[in-house]
């Protein structure tokens, strides 16, 4: 695996509460990770735990009430276009088309048409949305929205890509489906991907490691390299065992 991308070194965050002033809840407690590059890390864990928060901080929206993150040794206390982002609530530009939205980014940086068109358009195709440049995003199914929204993140050429659980909307057939391309495109890429869920066949299913965190405040509680060949089949021995493994593992701990 290659060098270091992001650096999460101790990280804690804790929030004002709401029912009470000067009270504060802790979400995070001391998380220490690092992201690889060429790596697909999986950060599993379950519901409220601190997962959005944890990427939030990681993209530079939120600051952490402790500890730093470094992305190649920078610190990071803003978004940058270094870090592509996608979400669950895919947001789309409802007055963009398909090649509007995915070529949205690069163009408001100024960079040249001839460099960005054609880089929008192998993403398009990549993600399987090929004649549906100039469709509007009203037109399109959920999974097809989240293929608009992963073109978008890679067309941007970011260092790293933060995914919220963003295949956690979809109904479960095009989800397995959105899994599988996902996949292959990170297979032909090879690039940074750090990946946000609560579903463990999900995480295996996509992940060189897992790191799993535990219920709020969310500390790591343990990690995985996950050496299964791709593709990957849910149905072979070692995914079914390592799936239980990981189940177990988690049910111990509640
Ligand atoms: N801005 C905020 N102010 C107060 N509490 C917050 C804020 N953002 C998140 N929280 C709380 O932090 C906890 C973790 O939330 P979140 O990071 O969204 O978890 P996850 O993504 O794992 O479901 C939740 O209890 C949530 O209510
Ligand atoms: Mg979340």
């Not at 068109?117 to 440049?133: H, M, N, S």
Request: hydrophobic share 35%; charged share 30%.
């Amino acid at each position: 695996m290659g060098e270091t991308v992001i650096k999460c070194d101790h990280i804690s965050k804790k929030f004002e509460s709401l029912k009470a002033k000067n009270n504060f809840i802790e979400v995070l407690n001391d998380v220490s990770f690092d992201v690889r590059a060429g790596e697909f890390t999986v950060l599993l864990g379950p519901g409220q735990c601190g997962k959005t928060t944890l990427l939030n901080i990681i993209a530079g929206h939120e600051l952490p009430s402790g500890g730093r993150v470094l992305e190649r040794d920078n610190e990071i206390k803003d978004p940058a276009p270094s870090r592509g982002m996608v979400y669950q609530d895919i947001r789309l530009f409802p007055w963009l088309t398909v090649m509007g939205n995915v070529s949205y980014g690069p163009k408001v940086q100024g960079i040249d048409k001839k460099d960005y068109l054609p880089r929008a358009q192998k993403f398009i195709d990549l993600v399987g949305l090929t004649g549906f440049e100039d469709t509007y995003p009203i037109k399109l199914s959920g999974g097809m929205k989240q293929r608009v929204g992963i073109a978008r993140a890679y067309c941007n050429q970011p260092d790293i890509i933060l995914m919220d659980e963003p295949f956690g909307a979809l109904d479960a057939q095009t989800r397995y489906m959105m899994q599988e391309e996902l996949s292959k495109i990170w297979q032909k890429e090879k690039n940074t991907v750090l990946f946000v869920t609560n579903n463990i066949e999900e995480a295996v299913y996509l992940a060189d490691r897992i790191i799993v965190f535990s219920r709020c405040p969310a500390k790591i509680k343990k990690e995985y390299q996950i050496n299964i060949p791709r593709p990957r089949k849910l149905t072979s021995v070692e995914f079914l065992e390592l799936r239980k493994e990981i189940t177990a593992q988690i049910e111990d701990d509640m």
